[in-house]
């Protein structure tokens, strides 16, 4: 078994930007530089790189160089979108240039070649003084000049290596398909604790409502921000960066911390391809499968919006009775989109208990029955709680998942999600069918969560 220090020094080692490329990068953004100031418009008043290129943070296989376009403070917002947009693509116009979507609208483009897998961001900021924000991008040049005096060597190597630690567990990013942690995040994280090993020292005894920050903590923070970790911004106390990592994310960060400090191999920087066919073949019958086809649109709004009808559905099966175990989406961001629920049951029982107030309770007890009554058998149970036993009208998942998106899609104009649903849609138990290369995958991205604890 290899000794803490010695997987670190390995994966620090192997993270380390070949020169070739730091060099290729350079001049790339160079270029992209001279095309943004070309442009030419007096209301652009600067431009700075930041990203994890520019403070030297960046992995071989996961770049991004952001331009961050410093607009004129007096310029309306409308007008400042619009400006970022024309700028952006005509920066990146030989690198397929498309929008994205943050706070604002931004351009991205891809590198593709020998440099393949590069991103290349053009985001519009205001100029302006410190805490002195119009929008959300405007401290990106605060964040990449704070980190640039205070990342020495071997703190981006540290950085570099929790990277790698985060995107084996599939917990690296903050774009909405992840919630997880950003590049930003792992630098501050860093720059806390002062090394990978102290990351993980911390998270795995982390407590409840946990404060990250770089001065004195303020609890009132805990009432404020409200979130399951809280990492407060060292450019901005009123800003907490936790606020984009999910429950979930955190809880697998935690999990791998421990589970990494007690048994460390390179195992867990290395993410897993392997199809746990096994595992899918044993839970597939408590698998409700909606499988559907979705319009090309930003990959940032579908995923938000495929999140939150999720959410929606969850919490209309978990009311009609349905116990959900896990709940997730999944899409090629281009075709097909599904939702899978692991579920407990796929059916009810025939019969419904509704549980009301103690008879002692005289005008509770005279408000359920007026409200149940009528449609119930009304009976007692022997501490003398008033119940009714109602008749479900349905008891299969499939027909109550079917009502739950059929009164989506007739309740008005159907927008976002509800609008790919009726064009069609397909519901399945997972072992009633073959099931299709894209629904396996998604299984299989479903299950791979819990890789590292079998590592």
């Known amino acids: 078994m290899n000794s803490i220090d010695e997987v670190i020094r390995m994966i620090s080692e192997s993270s380390i930007p070949p020169k070739s490329k730091q060099n290729e990068l350079e001049k790339i953004s160079k270029e992209i530089q001279k095309e943004i100031m070309n442009f030419n418009d007096k209301r652009i008043l600067n431009v700075i790189v930041g990203g994890s290129f520019a403070k030297g943070t960046w992995l071989e296989d996961d770049t991004d160089i952001d331009?961050?376009?410093?607009?004129?403070?007096?310029?309306?917002?409308?007008?400042?979108?619009?400006?970022?947009?024309?700028?952006?693509?005509?920066?990146?116009?030989?690198?397929?240039?498309?929008?994205?979507?943050?706070?604002?609208?931004?351009v991205e483009g891809k590198v593709n070649g020998k440099l393949n897998g590069i991103r290349i961001n053009i985001v519009p900021c205001y100029k302006v003084?410190?805490?002195?924000?119009?929008?959300?991008?405007?401290?990106?040049p605060f964040h990449t000049i704070f980190m640039e005096t205070k990342l020495n060597e071997f703190l981006k190597s540290?950085?570099?290596?929790?990277?790698?630690?985060?995107?084996?567990?599939?917990?690296?990013?903050?774009?909405?398909?992840?919630?997880?942690?950003?590049?930003?995040?792992?630098?501050?994280?860093?720059?806390?604790?002062?090394?990978?090993?102290?990351?993980?020292?911390?998270?795995?005894?982390?407590?409840?409502?946990?404060?990250?920050?770089?001065?004195?903590?303020?609890?009132?923070?805990?009432?404020?921000?409200?979130s399951p970790i809280i990492i407060i911004d060292p450019i901005d106390s009123n800003r907490n960066l936790g606020s984009a990592i999910s429950a979930e994310c955190l809880a697998k960060f935690v999990l791998a911390s421990r589970l990494f400090l007690k048994a460390p191999s390179t195992k867990f920087f290395m993410k897993s391809s392997r199809s746990n066919i096994k595992i899918i073949s044993d839970i597939k019958s408590n698998l409700l499968i909606i499988d559907f086809k979705i319009r090309?649109?930003?990959?940032?709004?579908?995923?938000?919006?495929l999140k939150k009808k999720l959410t929606s559905i969850s919490k209309q099966l978990a009311n009609a009775g349905f116990e959900i175990i896990k709940k997730f989406c999944f899409t090629d961001e281009q075709e097909h989109a599904a939702f899978i629920f692991m579920i407990k049951?796929?059916?009810?029982?025939?019969?419904?208990?509704?549980?009301?107030?103690?008879?002692?309770?005289?005008?509770?007890?005279?408000?359920?029955?007026?409200?149940?009554?009528?449609?119930?058998?009304?009976?007692?149970?022997?501490?003398?709680?008033?119940?009714?036993?109602?008749e479900r009208e349905k008891t299969s998942i499939k027909e109550h998942t079917n009502q739950i998106i059929q009164n989506d899609i007739e309740s008005g104009k159907p927008v976002g999600i509800s609008l790919d649903l009726k064009k069609g849609y397909s519901i399945y138990i997972g072992n009633e069918k073959k099931l299709s290369s894209f629904i396996f995958s998604a299984i299989n991205h479903m299950v791979r969560d819990g890789e590292f604890i079998r590592q």
């Open 345 to 390: 049951y796929t059916n009810l029982p025939k019969i419904k208990l509704n549980v009301g107030p103690k008879i002692f309770l005289k005008n509770e007890t005279d408000s359920f029955i007026k409200k149940r009554g009528e449609k119930s058998i009304m009976t007692w149970t022997d501490d003398i709680t008033i119940v009714t036993i109602e």
């Open 67 to 106: 331009f961050f376009v410093m607009i004129e403070p007096a310029v309306e917002r409308n007008e400042f979108e619009e400006l970022g947009k024309s700028v952006g693509f005509h920066a990146l116009k030989k690198y397929n240039p498309y929008l994205r979507y943050s706070e604002h609208p931004y």
């Open 296 to 305: 090309i649109r930003s990959p940032d709004i579908l995923w938000g919006q």
């Open 158 to 226: 540290e950085v570099r290596v929790l990277k790698k630690f985060l995107k084996s567990i599939g917990i690296y990013g903050s774009q909405i398909s992840v919630s997880g942690f950003s590049g930003y995040v792992t630098e501050v994280l860093i720059l806390k604790y002062g090394s990978f090993r102290n990351v993980l020292q911390t998270f795995a005894e982390l407590t409840p409502n946990y404060i990250v920050s770089h001065e004195s903590p303020d609890q009132s923070a805990i009432e404020k921000f409200r």
């Open 129 to 140: 003084q410190l805490n002195k924000w119009k929008s959300a991008a405007d401290r990106s």
